[in-house]
């Protein structure tokens, strides 16, 4: 059996959960879900229809600290015996799962891109140059933390009928807990999480400058869409380092990317590629962005972005 730690923060469901529902499925073993947090039964009844829902509800779980969640979960993976138990690689599950498989003395493989039977499991090395195919070693249950977009939410097959809703009994050791929990990082002032957004527009060095990159927020706007970039923007300036998409900044999977004089380099795709439609924008009609593009449009992006802009805007 497979074990999915789905994600959710005030009573709504991180998509990424679900894009980990997609990959379990890949294997042919029977999947529950756990959820952790404080009033999560609209959240497990949401995911009831995936599979049978483990909900596990406390007060000390209200606001994420990593010593609650490695408390509670352990118990509830004690008593679930899992073969495989599987999260989505957020900032949240790369805090507090290492702690986790490391209590429980369990291999744990991270930041996975491809399922296979075995199970053996496909993930990034060397900034994507190369991929691993990885088989965890020990006893069960392993580990198993799968990367943003590298699986399609829409992909996750549903139930017939809704499963069943089953509350856990787990005991909090309070004096144990060593954080007082702040706002992640994410929510600090300008900062985004891209991997939510459901339309982003990213910008290249085909931008030629940082007073050209307002062509790109009108086009952002007028796709009502998140504003993002490949890494030379943003080590230049022109865009903070949290608008960075990329093996060095966050990993998206919208419903639309618009890829506006962005090249391709591989770094840049292994944050994008889980995008369900990609467009692109490219003078060279050789650049490597056209190679994963659902639409690929060679021209002047300083011709083309207005003639969009205008056409959304009729």
């Known amino acids: ?39 999560v039964a609209a959240v497990a009844t949401e995911l009831a229809q ?41 900032y949240q599950t790369r805090d507090f799962s290492p702690t986790l498989a490391t209590r429980l003395d369990r291999a744990l493989v991270t930041d996975v891109i491809g399922v296979k039977e075995g199970p053996t499991f496909s993930r990034p090395m060397f900034q994507g140059k190369l991929t691993a195919d990885v088989q965890p070693q020990g006893a069960a249950p392993h580990f198993v933390t799968i990367q943003i977009g590298a699986f399609r939410a829409d992909a996750a097959k549903k139930a017939a009928a809704a499963a069943s809703v089953t509350n856990a009994s787990v005991t909090i050791d309070e004096s144990k807990l060593r954080q007082q929990p702040e706002a992640p990082f994410q929510e600090a ?19 030629k400058s940082q007073e050209n990159i307002a062509v790109a927020e009108q086009l952002a706007r007028a796709f009502n869409a998140e504003l993002a ?4 923007i943003c080590d230049n300036g022109w865009l903070p380092m949290e608008r960075q998409i990329g093996s060095s900044g966050q990993t998206v999977a919208p419903k639309l990317y618009v890829a506006l004089g962005i090249s391709g380099a591989i770094q840049h795709l ?13 003078k ?14 060679q021209g002047d992006l300083f011709e083309l972005a207005p003639a969009i802009i205008a056409e959304l805007q009729k």
Do not use: C, W
């Not at 999915?4 to 379990?24: C, F, P, W």
């Not at 970039?229 to 030379?232: D, L, T």
């Not at 060279?284 to 449009?297: R, T």
């Open 1 to 39: 059996m497979i074990l999915v730690i789905a994600e959710q923060k005030d009573g709504k469901l991180n998509r990424a959960s679900v894009e980990t529902i997609a990959a379990a499925q890949q294997l042919s073993m029977p999947i529950k879900i756990a959820v952790a947090g404080q009033t």
């Open 50 to 90: 995936y599979g049978e829902v483990i909900a596990v509800d406390h007060a000390a779980l209200a606001h994420y600290t990593p010593d609650a969640f490695v408390q509670a979960l352990q118990q509830v993976i004690t008593q679930a015996a899992p073969a495989l138990v599987m999260l989505p690689h957020t």
């Open 189 to 207: 002032k300008q900062a985004v999480d891209l991997s939510q957004a459901e339309r982003i527009v990213s910008v290249g060095r085909g931008i």
């Open 229 to 232: 970039a490949s890494r030379p």
């Open 270 to 282: 292994v944050g994008m590629k889980g995008a369900r439609t990609i467009v692109a924008i490219n």
């Open 284 to 297: 060279d009609a050789d650049a490597p962005i056209f190679e994963v593009a659902d639409y690929g449009i």
